[in-house]
Structure formats: structure tokens, C-alpha cells
T-cell receptor, first 117, second 115 residues
Framework: NAGVTQTPKFQVLKTGQSMTLQCAQD?????MYWYRQDPGMGLRLIYY???????DKGEVPNGYNVSRLNKREFSLRLESAAPSQTSVYFC????????????????FGPGTRLTVL | AQSVAQPEDQVNVAEGNPLTVKCTYS??????LFWYVQYPNRGLQFLLK??????LVKGSYGFEAEFNKSQTSFHLKKPSALVSDSALYFC?????????????FGSGTRLQVQP
């Protein structure tokens, strides 16, 4: 199993440009999440999807949109990038609470380092 | 609302010495508590978690954590530190009473183990 994969690994954008960060998991997890990591602030939740077909806002959703394309894939879109969105973005997924292995443990992708100039 | 505090930005310890990384939490109900580790340019890796039961939780790489309900703490410990333990450590919490599985993370503590 590849676990949680993210593309791209690095991206540089100019202010106002748009882009989509891709995330996929092959663990048959129901729930998926997007976080951003900034120095001294830990990880902050942007959006999450409890199950296929549902999405909800997290702590810092402004400037972002998400799509839960199917059970495997959860994408994050920046419609008009701003320098304040320079960050490292992590996707994560969670096994169902009734799962046999470490229920409620989140598994993280390797991250996308985004710079907005 | 749920929150996590990691009061130390950095912890320095000599190799072979015991280490402690501190974490306190706040939830309205009962907590699920987690520790994750992040190595440079990598995603977060799960170390251990407290769900219920025994207050001392053992995890990966020889780490353990003690849940203390009265002090609302979940400190990470290891009896003998290794240089390879040097990394960024995050504590996280989720309120058991909520249906939402999203975690709230602390700001992270950088552990530096000197040879």
C-alpha cells in the first residue's frame, strides 16, 4: 500500500494564480482531511470530509475549496492564491472507529510545500 | 472547543538521558489523545494514542505517554534518548463526545538529542 499520496511536492505560484493540490489514499478510509502547517502554529485544519460526498469547513477555510471526488481522492483548490497561503499542506485520512487497526489514527501524506510570491 | 498546549518550543537532552515532552489539553468531554513525530521534510508519523483504560500508553520506538486526567496532561516520555529521536513532536486531541474526527494539534516541540 502506498498509504496517503500527495501531488505536487513543491509549487511556486504568483499572487492571483490558481491551483489544485491532489491527495489520494489506498487504505479504504472514510474520512479525509486537509491541514496547513506554519512555523510555531502546528497544524491547522482547513477542510475535512467525513465520508464520500460530504465536506465541512475546519478552522481556516477562507481562500480554499475542496472536492471529495470519490472515496480515495480529496483535492484542495486555491482559486486566487495569496502570499498568506504560503505554507506546507498535509492531507490525512482516518480509519473508521470500528476498524481493526488503530481506529481514529490519522495517516498523513508527505506534504506539499507551496510558495506564493 | 478543544485545544492543546505544548509549552516548550524546544527540548534539549543528552543521548542516554530520559526525555519528557510536555502536553496539556482542554476538551469539554473526555479526550482521545495522540502523539505524532515529524522528521525533516516528511509527513507526520503516529507514535501512540490514549483512548481509554490504562493511563500509561506505550508506543513506537520506545516512547510512552502518561494520561493524567486531573492535570489534563499527556506528557511524552522515553527512558533513554537516542540522537535519532531528534525531530518535531506534536500532541493532538479529539473530544470523544463529538462526531467529528478532526484533531486539534499543539504548536509542536522540537526535540534535540545531543551525542
Amino acid at each position: 500500500n502506498a498509504g496517503v499520496t500527495q501531488t505536487p511536492k513543491f509549487q511556486v505560484l504568483k499572487t492571483g494564480q490558481s491551483m489544485t493540490l491532489q491527495c489520494a489514499q489506498d487504505m479504504n478510509h472514510n474520512s479525509m482531511y486537509w491541514y496547513r502547517q506554519d512555523p510555531g502554529m502546528g497544524l491547522r485544519l482547513i477542510y475535512y470530509s467525513a465520508s464520500e460526498g460530504t465536506t465541512d469547513k475546519g478552522e481556516v477555510p477562507n481562500g480554499y475549496n475542496v472536492s471529495r471526488l470519490n472515496k480515495r481522492e480529496f483535492s484542495l483548490r486555491l482559486e486566487s492564491a495569496a502570499p498568506s497561503q504560503t505554507s506546507v499542506y498535509f492531507c490525512a485520512s482516518t480509519s473508521p472507529a470500528s476498524g481493526r487497526k488503530a481506529p481514529d489514527t490519522q495517516y498523513f501524506g508527505p506534504g506539499t510545500r507551496l510558495t506564493v510570491l | 472547543a478543544q485545544s492543546v498546549a505544548q509549552p516548550e518550543d524546544q527540548v534539549n537532552v543528552a543521548e542516554g538521558n530520559p526525555l519528557t515532552v510536555k502536553c496539556t489539553y482542554s476538551v469539554s468531554g473526555n479526550p482521545y489523545l495522540f502523539w505524532y513525530v515529524q522528521y525533516p521534510n516528511r509527513g507526520l508519523q503516529f507514535l501512540l494514542k490514549y483512548i481509554t483504560g490504562d493511563n500509561l500508553v506505550k508506543g513506537s520506538y520506545g516512547f510512552e505517554a502518561e494520561f493524567n486526567k486531573s492535570q489534563t496532561s499527556f506528557h511524552l516520555k522515553k527512558p533513554s534518548a537516542l540522537v535519532s529521536d531528534s525531530a518535531l513532536y506534536f500532541c493532538a486531541v479529539r473530544d470523544k463526545g463529538t462526531g467529528r474526527r478532526a484533531l486539534t494539534f499543539g504548536s509542536g516541540t522540537r526535540l534535540q538529542v545531543q551525542p
